[in-house]
């Protein structure tokens, strides 16, 4: 598998479980659209990988993944949290019904504890979350609105972001003041996870 020589620190329990997640992803795909056909063939690269290295930046505490979808990063976060043995709550949350029937069928089939949340960012009861997540879900300047409804005061924001993110980053800061740390890509340089904290509207 070319994605298990990116992830050295990973057991092999933990390689299967993520192996088990891409088959997953493989069947619904034919069924409802999780990932583009494009990217199918690149699924440890674009999807798997990308997701890890969120997790690798994520402070310790409860864990928010929103505009889920396809359970990236979050149904992988979870995955590798156990393998690490870090105990943390994680939610999932999307407004698409089907999706989320396949992030529950993809928790009981992976033995994962997660909680799914089909309910609409905007409008779900704020989360409190320790580590809020999201991948291509909306803009920054709205993702800034979604973070400072669904964080702590001293949580963190994880956005997985394309080359036009410093474009967004120009446009959220006419609405927003915040911490950014923009962390490139391992898989894709033109890719970024930022890593925001200390959001307030201006």
């Not at 583009?36 to 993944?65: F, K, M, N």
């Not at 976060?77 to 156990?82: G, K, P, Q, V």
């Not at 999706?99 to 993809?106: D, G, P, S, W, Y």
Request: proline share 3%.
């Amino acid at each position: 598998m070319n994605g298990v020589p990116s992830l050295p620190d990973v057991s092999r329990e933990t390689i299967d479980k993520l192996e088990a997640f891409s088959a997953l992803v493989e069947k619904w795909t034919k069924k409802i659209n999780l990932i583009s056909t494009q990217s199918r063939s690149e699924l440890w690269q674009r999807h798997i990988l990308d997701s890890a290295q969120v997790y690798a930046l994520a402070p310790v505490g409860s864990w928010l993944d929103i505009g889920s979808g396809g359970g990236f990063p979050g149904i992988v976060s979870a995955i590798l949290a156990r393998g690490a043995g870090d105990h943390r709550e994680f939610a999932l949350m999307d407004s698409d019904q089907r999706k989320c029937v396949f992030l529950r069928t993809a928790a009981r089939e992976l033995d994962l504890d997660i909680s799914v949340i089909s309910e609409r960012i905007e409008v779900a009861p704020p989360f409190c979350a320790d580590v809020l997540s999201a991948r291509a879900v909306a803009d920054l300047g709205s993702l800034m609105a979604h973070a400072q409804r669904h964080l702590s005061a001293d949580g963190t924001a994880l956005f997985m972001k394309g080359k036009s993110w410093r474009e967004e980053h120009s446009r959220a800061q006419i609405q927003w003041s915040y911490d950014l740390e923009a962390i490139i890509s391992e898989s894709n340089p033109e890719a970024v996870i930022l890593k925001i904290k200390e959001i307030r509207r201006v």
